[in-house]
């Protein structure tokens, strides 16, 4: 069974940085193709990255294009997401997810099979 762990969320301000991190157990890690989503209030889970299991492919929409960076590290398990220039509308709840489907961008919630607990971010203007 795999689990997903997140960690490194917290309070911030606007145009400071952090580094999430989402822990892989049970499963061999390079198998899954990984994303980042993020809740809102009162909002739907949306992608915000996506990376494929050998790190040759990543995605970002727009609203985090040139600000967040999603990396792997195969050997440890570990995903990251390298979260810089923050901003109030980034607040929410992120969450990794793990997914076994090889396609080349995997961007739909549905698409992933295992998710983490999840972990707040928020930042203040």
């Known amino acids: 069974q795999v689990q997903l762990v997140e960690s490194g969320g917290g309070l911030v301000q606007a145009g400071e940085s952090l580094r999430l991190s989402c822990a892989l157990s049970?499963?061999?890690?390079?198998?899954?193709?990984m994303g980042w989503f993020r809740q809102a209030p009162g909002k739907e889970r949306g992608l915000v990255s996506f990376?494929?299991?050998?790190?040759?492919?990543?995605y970002y929409p727009d609203s985090v294009k040139g600000r967040f960076t999603v990396s792997r590290d195969n050997a440890k398990n570990v995903l990251y997401l390298q979260m810089n220039s923050l901003r109030p509308e980034d607040t929410a709840v992120y969450y990794c997810?793990?997914?076994?489907?090889?396609?080349?961008?995997?961007?739909?919630?549905?698409?992933?099979?295992?998710w983490g607990q999840g972990t707040q971010v928020t930042v203040s203007s």
């Open positions: 990376i494929n299991w050998s790190a040759r492919t990543a």
């Open positions: 049970g499963r061999t890690f390079s198998n899954y193709g």
């Open positions: 997810a793990a997914t076994p489907l090889t396609g080349s961008l995997l961007l739909r919630a549905n698409d992933y099979a295992y």
